[in-house]
């Protein structure tokens, strides 16, 4: 996804089609648990790092403070 793609966040892309790809991603998934903790934990942080409330609070006082 253009949207949060480059930005790290680990998913199964389905845009209109679903593809193998995306059928093998999430099979790999519901086979190995264990990856999927770490998967949603690496997503957590990094919406926490992109998009909390302290992330906009600070871009907000950037662009009033004009820094």
Do not use: C
Not at 27 to 49: A, C, F, M, S
């Amino acid at each position: 996804m253009a949207d949060i793609g480059p930005l790290g966040f680990q998913f199964a892309e389905i845009d209109s089609e679903l593809t193998n790809e995306a059928v093998a991603t999430v099979r790999h998934w519901l086979e190995n648990p264990g990856e999927v903790t770490r998967i949603v934990d690496h997503n957590y942080q990094l919406g926490q790092k992109h998009f909390s409330y302290q992330t906009l609070a600070e871009l907000l006082d950037s662009i009033i403070r004009g820094r």
